[in-house]
């Protein structure tokens, strides 16, 4: 059964950083590609980051991040997380890891909340 488990959220003032992590069960992040994304009050879940295979694999950002995240795997962990530099407050939204594409299950974890605010 699948299971992602976030954290590492929290409350950060603008141009500072978090590291987002993922715990994934259920799926071996080494043979799959991994996302997160993210959802804004009153706004659509949308994708932030990819990477695929695990550490080392390949990645791919939505430009409003680019240059400011990076996503990584941890492949003995298999966990996925998220580096967050440079934030903004438009940055502000529950954070979730998933498959890219989304796993078939419908299955979302429960996310972490990052609020980027003075």
């Known amino acids: 059964q699948v299971q992602f488990v976030e954290s590492g959220g929290g409350l950060v003032q603008p141009g500072g950083s978090l590291r987002l992590s993922c715990a994934v069960s259920?799926?071996?992040?080494?043979?799959?590609?991994m996302g997160w994304y993210r959802q804004a009050p009153g706004n659509q879940r949308s994708s932030v980051a990819f990477?695929?295979?695990?550490?080392?694999?390949?990645?791919t950002y939505v430009d409003s991040v680019k240059g400011r995240f990076s996503i990584s795997a941890d492949n003995a962990k298999n966990t996925v997380y998220l580096q967050m530099n440079s934030l903004k407050s438009e940055d502000t939204a529950i954070y979730y890891c998933?498959?890219?594409?989304?796993?078939?299950?419908?299955?979302w974890g429960q996310g972490t909340q990052v609020t980027v605010s003075s």
């Open positions: 990477i695929g295979g695990g550490s080392g694999g390949r990645t």
């Open positions: 259920g799926i071996d992040v080494a043979l799959s590609t």
């Open positions: 998933n498959t890219n594409p989304l796993h078939s299950s419908g299955y």
